[in-house]
């Protein structure tokens, strides 16, 4: 079956540093563009990262210089590299599998900045 697996969610203080990770499995990792989205209380989901099966990649204009999108297509497993978190990045993140028609989505980790 098809899986997508978050870790690395936690509570971090402003400033702080946090490395989510998306294992996948059940289907053909490298042909698919990865994404991180999130979704923070009472607002809709938005599209943080992406990354294609080229490596392109592109930031939601909040987040660019702070957070860095990869991927390792050997260990079928993208990443999201958060670097000077703030307060208004709280939310849930989920990762996603985009092909030209199945989308497959991750259960979410919460990500916490607070002081």
């Known amino acids: 079956q098809v899986q997508l697996a978050e870790s690395g969610g936690g509570l971090v203080q402003p400033g702080g540093s946090l490395r989510l990770s998306c294992a996948a499995s059940?289907?053909?990792?490298?042909?698919?563009?990865m994404n991180w989205y999130r979704q923070a209380p009472g607002k809709e989901r938005e599209l943080v990262a992406g990354?294609?099966?080229?490596?392109?990649?592109n930031y939601i204009v909040s987040v660019k210089g702070r957070f860095t999108i990869s991927r390792d297509n050997a260990k079928n497993t993208v990443y999201l590299e958060m670097n000077s978190l703030k307060p208004e990045d709280t939310a849930v993140y989920y990762c996603?599998?985009?092909?030209?028609?199945?989308?497959?989505w991750g259960q979410g980790t919460q990500v916490t900045v607070s002081s």
């Open positions: 059940g289907f053909t990792f490298s042909e698919y563009r």
């Open positions: 990354i294609s099966t080229s490596g392109r990649t």
């Open positions: 996603n599998a985009q092909n030209m028609w199945p989308s497959y």
